[in-house]
């Protein structure tokens, strides 16, 4: 079965930072694209981050450029969410998704499978 399950959400303050992990499995992590998709509350879904090809397709979401880093372990199946500098616009519950295709994309529309979220706040 595909799955897609997130962790390392929690509390941090403004200006800290934390790292979200995507453990993936039920299929090749080479073949699909993976991202981070985030949503506040009444707010659209954000797209912030995406790793595929191996690491030679990476995009960011133009709000987190120069904070967050994507990144993957291959040999635990396993993708990254790097975040530093957290503001509190940040905060939100945090996507893993997913793309059956090798190439990035930070539209949330384009993501096929999704795991359950984890959740981010950002305060003092």
């Known amino acids: 079965q595909f799955h897609l399950v997130e962790s390392g959400g929690g509390l941090v303050q403004p200006g800290g930072s934390l790292r979200l992990s995507c453990a993936t499995s039920?299929?090749?992590?080479?073949?699909?694209?993976i991202g981070w998709v985030r949503q506040a509350p009444g707010k659209e879904r954000e797209g912030v981050a995406c790793?595929?090809?191996?690491?030679?397709?990476?995009m960011y979401g133009d709000s987190v450029k120069g904070r967050f880093t994507t990144s993957r372990d291959s040999a635990k199946d396993t993708v990254y969410l790097q975040m530093s500098s957290l503001e509190p616009d940040d905060a939100g519950t945090y996507y893993c998704a997913a793309i059956v295709d090798v190439v990035c994309s930070v539209d949330p529309d384009d993501y096929d499978y999704w795991g359950q979220g984890t959740q981010v706040t950002v305060s003092s």
């Open positions: 790793f595929a090809d191996r690491g030679n397709s990476i």
């Open positions: 039920g299929f090749t992590l080479d073949d699909f694209a």
